[in-house]
Protein backbone atom coordinates (compact mmCIF):
# COMPACT_ATOMS: atom_id res chain seq x y z
CA UNK A 1 0.00 0.00 0.00
CA UNK A 2 1.38 3.55 -1.22
CA UNK A 3 2.27 5.92 1.29
CA UNK A 4 0.73 8.74 1.54
CA UNK A 5 2.78 11.70 0.90
CA UNK A 6 2.19 14.50 3.17
CA UNK A 7 1.46 17.60 1.02
CA UNK A 8 3.56 20.23 3.02
CA UNK A 9 1.91 23.47 2.94
CA UNK A 10 4.18 26.21 2.58
CA UNK A 11 3.69 29.77 3.43
CA UNK A 12 3.83 31.80 0.12
CA UNK A 13 3.79 35.35 0.97
CA UNK A 14 3.73 38.05 -1.55
CA UNK A 15 6.03 40.71 -2.16
CA UNK A 16 3.56 43.89 -1.74
CA UNK A 17 6.27 46.15 -1.36
CA UNK A 18 6.25 47.45 -5.05
CA UNK A 19 2.32 47.18 -5.52
CA UNK A 20 2.55 49.30 -2.01
CA UNK A 21 4.87 51.87 -3.85
CA UNK A 22 2.35 51.59 -6.80
CA UNK A 23 -0.72 51.87 -4.94
CA UNK A 24 0.48 54.54 -2.93
CA UNK A 25 1.25 56.55 -5.92
CA UNK A 26 -1.82 55.99 -7.58
CA UNK A 27 -3.46 57.14 -4.72
CA UNK A 28 -1.24 60.40 -3.56
CA UNK A 29 -1.26 62.54 -6.34
CA UNK A 30 1.43 64.49 -7.58
CA UNK A 31 2.70 67.55 -5.38
CA UNK A 32 3.76 70.31 -8.23
CA UNK A 33 7.07 71.42 -7.79
CA UNK A 34 6.06 74.97 -5.91
CA UNK A 35 9.11 77.62 -6.50
CA UNK A 36 11.01 78.07 -3.26
CA UNK A 37 10.04 81.19 -1.82
CA UNK A 38 13.23 83.25 -0.95
CA UNK A 39 13.03 84.68 1.97
CA UNK A 40 13.84 88.18 2.49
CA UNK A 41 17.12 89.59 3.47
CA UNK A 42 17.27 91.13 6.53
CA UNK A 43 16.99 94.65 6.93
CA UNK A 44 20.91 96.24 7.90
CA UNK A 45 20.65 97.33 11.55
CA UNK A 46 20.94 100.90 11.84
CA UNK A 47 22.43 101.99 14.99
CA UNK A 48 20.94 104.60 17.18
CA UNK A 49 22.51 107.96 17.15
CA UNK A 50 23.15 106.97 21.14
CA UNK A 51 24.81 104.09 20.37
CA UNK A 52 27.20 105.47 17.49
CA UNK A 53 30.68 106.76 17.94
CA UNK A 54 31.21 110.20 17.10
CA UNK A 55 34.37 111.22 14.85
CA UNK A 56 35.84 114.28 15.45
CA UNK A 57 35.77 116.23 12.14
CA UNK A 58 38.68 117.44 10.64
CA UNK A 59 38.97 121.02 9.72
CA UNK A 60 38.88 122.27 5.79
CA UNK A 61 41.96 122.56 4.20
CA UNK A 62 43.14 125.66 2.46
CA UNK A 63 43.14 124.50 -1.15
CA UNK A 64 45.15 126.85 -3.82
CA UNK A 65 42.34 127.29 -6.76
CA UNK A 66 43.73 126.36 -10.07
CA UNK A 67 41.47 128.18 -12.28
CA UNK A 68 44.22 130.13 -14.73
CA UNK A 69 42.27 133.23 -13.99
CA UNK A 70 43.37 132.89 -10.36
CA UNK A 71 46.66 132.12 -11.03
CA UNK A 72 47.41 135.05 -12.97
CA UNK A 73 46.03 137.51 -10.21
CA UNK A 74 48.71 139.53 -8.39
CA UNK A 75 48.42 140.67 -4.61
CA UNK A 76 49.17 143.64 -3.56
CA UNK A 77 49.54 144.02 0.24
CA UNK A 78 49.35 147.35 2.51
CA UNK A 79 49.80 148.42 6.11
CA UNK A 80 48.13 151.80 5.99
CA UNK A 81 46.31 153.50 9.13
CA UNK A 82 43.14 152.82 10.59
CA UNK A 83 42.03 156.31 9.80
CA UNK A 84 42.71 156.19 5.84
CA UNK A 85 41.08 152.95 6.07
CA UNK A 86 38.18 154.52 7.30
CA UNK A 87 38.20 157.10 4.81
CA UNK A 88 38.16 155.16 2.11
CA UNK A 89 35.26 152.85 3.06
CA UNK A 90 33.75 156.17 3.26
CA UNK A 91 34.61 157.31 -0.44
CA UNK A 92 33.65 153.74 -1.14
CA UNK A 93 30.23 154.22 0.83
CA UNK A 94 29.27 158.17 -1.14
CA UNK A 95 30.85 156.71 -4.65
CA UNK A 96 27.95 153.53 -4.77
CA UNK A 97 25.53 155.84 -3.46
CA UNK A 98 26.43 158.74 -5.74
CA UNK A 99 26.59 155.88 -8.64
CA UNK A 100 24.10 153.56 -8.28
CA UNK A 101 25.85 150.83 -8.44
CA UNK A 102 25.09 148.66 -5.69
CA UNK A 103 25.43 145.66 -7.59
CA UNK A 104 28.30 145.91 -9.26
CA UNK A 105 30.60 147.73 -6.65
CA UNK A 106 30.39 145.52 -3.90
CA UNK A 107 34.05 145.52 -2.18
CA UNK A 108 36.60 147.94 -1.66
CA UNK A 109 38.55 146.47 -4.52
CA UNK A 110 36.53 147.45 -7.25
CA UNK A 111 36.66 150.23 -5.60
CA UNK A 112 40.61 150.55 -6.06
CA UNK A 113 40.80 149.27 -9.56
CA UNK A 114 38.32 151.95 -10.60
CA UNK A 115 40.63 154.84 -8.62
CA UNK A 116 43.69 153.27 -10.74
CA UNK A 117 41.89 153.36 -13.76
CA UNK A 118 40.97 156.86 -13.05
CA UNK A 119 44.02 158.49 -11.97
CA UNK A 120 45.15 156.50 -15.03
CA UNK A 121 43.21 158.45 -17.36
CA UNK A 122 43.73 161.98 -15.82
CA UNK A 123 47.25 161.87 -16.14
CA UNK A 124 47.42 160.33 -19.57
CA UNK A 125 45.00 163.15 -20.61
CA UNK A 126 47.16 165.75 -19.30
CA UNK A 127 50.31 163.62 -20.86
CA UNK A 128 51.74 163.14 -17.37
CA UNK A 129 51.75 159.26 -17.03
CA UNK A 130 54.53 157.78 -17.22
CA UNK A 131 55.08 153.81 -16.44
CA UNK A 132 56.37 152.49 -13.80
CA UNK A 133 60.27 151.16 -14.78
CA UNK A 134 60.84 147.78 -12.88
CA UNK A 135 63.70 149.09 -11.19
CA UNK A 136 61.38 151.75 -9.45
CA UNK A 137 58.67 149.29 -8.47
CA UNK A 138 61.11 147.11 -6.97
CA UNK A 139 62.71 150.21 -4.81
CA UNK A 140 59.45 151.05 -4.13
CA UNK A 141 58.27 147.48 -2.70
CA UNK A 142 61.51 147.31 -0.26
CA UNK A 143 61.15 145.25 2.90
CA UNK A 144 62.34 146.82 5.73
CA UNK A 145 61.98 150.26 7.21
CA UNK A 146 61.66 153.56 5.48
CA UNK A 147 63.57 156.80 6.55
CA UNK A 148 61.47 158.20 9.83
CA UNK A 149 59.40 161.22 8.77
CA UNK A 150 56.77 163.12 11.27
CA UNK A 151 54.46 162.37 7.77
CA UNK A 152 55.71 158.86 7.86
CA UNK A 153 54.63 158.10 11.68
CA UNK A 154 51.27 159.89 10.88
CA UNK A 155 50.66 157.44 7.92
CA UNK A 156 51.42 153.99 10.11
CA UNK A 157 49.82 154.86 12.93
CA UNK A 158 47.58 151.84 14.41
CA UNK A 159 48.95 150.18 10.75
CA UNK A 160 46.30 147.64 9.42
CA UNK A 161 47.02 145.11 6.99
CA UNK A 162 45.11 145.71 3.55
CA UNK A 163 44.86 142.80 0.91
CA UNK A 164 43.69 143.60 -2.59
CA UNK A 165 43.85 140.55 -5.78
CA UNK A 166 43.70 142.59 -9.47
CA UNK A 167 44.82 141.38 -12.92
CA UNK A 168 48.91 142.20 -13.56
CA UNK A 169 47.40 144.91 -15.74
CA UNK A 170 46.24 147.03 -12.70
CA UNK A 171 48.84 145.52 -10.69
CA UNK A 172 51.39 148.08 -12.84
CA UNK A 173 48.83 150.48 -13.05
CA UNK A 174 49.02 151.30 -9.16
CA UNK A 175 52.93 151.62 -9.56
CA UNK A 176 52.57 154.09 -12.41
CA UNK A 177 50.34 155.91 -11.03
CA UNK A 178 52.85 156.23 -7.82
CA UNK A 179 55.50 157.27 -10.36
CA UNK A 180 53.49 159.83 -12.33
CA UNK A 181 52.53 161.47 -9.18
CA UNK A 182 56.25 161.75 -7.90
CA UNK A 183 57.03 162.69 -11.10
CA UNK A 184 55.20 165.68 -10.94
CA UNK A 185 56.36 166.64 -7.64
CA UNK A 186 59.97 166.12 -8.62
CA UNK A 187 59.87 163.20 -5.79
CA UNK A 188 60.55 160.04 -7.47
CA UNK A 189 63.28 159.60 -5.00
CA UNK A 190 61.81 160.14 -1.66
CA UNK A 191 62.92 157.21 0.65
CA UNK A 192 59.99 157.66 3.01
CA UNK A 193 57.79 156.42 -0.25
CA UNK A 194 55.80 153.27 -0.63
CA UNK A 195 53.07 151.71 -2.08
CA UNK A 196 51.83 152.19 1.17
CA UNK A 197 52.57 155.12 1.91
CA UNK A 198 50.85 156.40 -1.36
CA UNK A 199 47.62 155.13 -0.12
CA UNK A 200 46.58 158.46 1.57
CA UNK A 201 47.83 160.56 -1.63
CA UNK A 202 45.90 158.15 -3.56
CA UNK A 203 42.09 158.66 -1.33
CA UNK A 204 43.05 162.07 -1.69
CA UNK A 205 43.38 162.17 -5.45
CA UNK A 206 40.42 160.48 -5.73
CA UNK A 207 38.62 163.20 -2.99
CA UNK A 208 39.65 165.80 -4.86
CA UNK A 209 37.84 164.75 -8.10
CA UNK A 210 35.34 163.15 -6.68
CA UNK A 211 32.51 164.24 -9.21
CA UNK A 212 35.13 163.26 -11.81
CA UNK A 213 35.65 159.96 -10.62
CA UNK A 214 32.29 159.04 -10.07
CA UNK A 215 31.29 159.89 -13.73
CA UNK A 216 33.98 157.89 -14.32
CA UNK A 217 32.58 154.84 -12.57
CA UNK A 218 29.46 154.89 -13.58
CA UNK A 219 30.50 154.93 -17.33
CA UNK A 220 33.12 151.98 -16.30
CA UNK A 221 31.56 149.63 -14.13
Same mark, same amino acid.
Given at each position: ??? %???????? $?????? @????????????? #?????????????????????? =????????? &??????????? %? =?? +? =?????????????????? $?????????? @???????????? +???? #? %???????????????????????? =?????????????????? $???????? #? &?? /?????? $?? +??????? @????? &???????????????? %?? /?????? @???
Amino acid at each position: MAK %KQKVVEKE $FTLDLG @NIGKIANEKETPK #QENKPEKKEPKPKPTVKKEGSR =REVPKEEPK &AVVNSKTEDIN %K =RQ +L =RLVVSKDHITQFEDLFKR $FVEQTETYWV @NTSRVHIFVLGT +LYLK #Q %KYTTTKTYHEAPADFIKFISRKGN =RLKSPESTLRKMEATPMF $FEMDPEIF #Q &AY /FSVIYS $FL +LSKNDEH @NLSYS &ASYFFKDFIDLLENSF %KS /FCNFGK @NNS
